[in-house]
């Protein structure tokens, strides 16, 4: 009977299907290769609207493998739209290019947002690591979105998962030794150029009207956005920063690729800010 019953279930776990996912629509938002993102449709008109920068040191990462395994379904499952970002990689492009990328992709949304079925005024923009502070540039320098023929003041929040070189000069004084030919080759040395690229730097006002800015226990993380956070803060924008468990490079993937999973901590935080700024 025993071995029965762990035949029928292990024939009932091979015929449940897996979190369903909605089908990406690939849509190009430039004329480059890497000018695409991946777009998933809500199941009603008029959505909220989820947009993910993925990681990878400026260098690497993309939109198919960056957003976690349950992040897609978990969110169009509450009825927000999902797009997930890809941008120009360093070496082949600047920093400065892939934050106005990322500024353009958001602009092709706005411009096609009946068609697409998004709410341009509810407008959330994720990232995580570098995208996190690919997210935060453009969320405080408003030059990336003005080009891009929208503006900071138009997004309805933005979420940050573990992002570090808030501040560039200060993360390449003090971030680990390990990341230094990274943050060389995406900063370079030029101290007017590091600050440019600095959000903490660049928090003056105006800025987007609100943040949650996460990070998990790594010394560096914790530090740039806590630092993030008080600049923001004192500009006048509306800012959460909470740090969760995890540590090193398994902490930093971790809450990437668990965000979705209703078991993991900060997906609910991250639940909690997303429906509170697309409800006003």
Known sequence: MRKLLLLLSFFLAAATPALAQPAAREIAYGSAQLQKLDFYKANRGDAPLVVFIHG???KRGDKDNATGAEKISHFTGKGYAFASVNYRLVPDATVEQQAQDVADALGWIVGHARELGVDPRRIVVMGHSAGAHLAALIATDPGYLQKAGWGVDKLAGVVLLDGAAYDV????????RVMGKTYQAAF???PTRQRALSPTLQAAAPNARDFLILHVQRDDGTRQSEALGRALTAAGARVKVQGFEGRGLRGHMQINRE???PGYPATAVVDRFIDAVTAR
């Open 169 to 176: 000069p200060k993360q390449m004084r003090e971030g680990p």
């Open 56 to 58: 990878g040191g400026w």
């Open 188 to 190: 370079g040395s030029e």
């Open 259 to 261: 965000l979705g999973d």
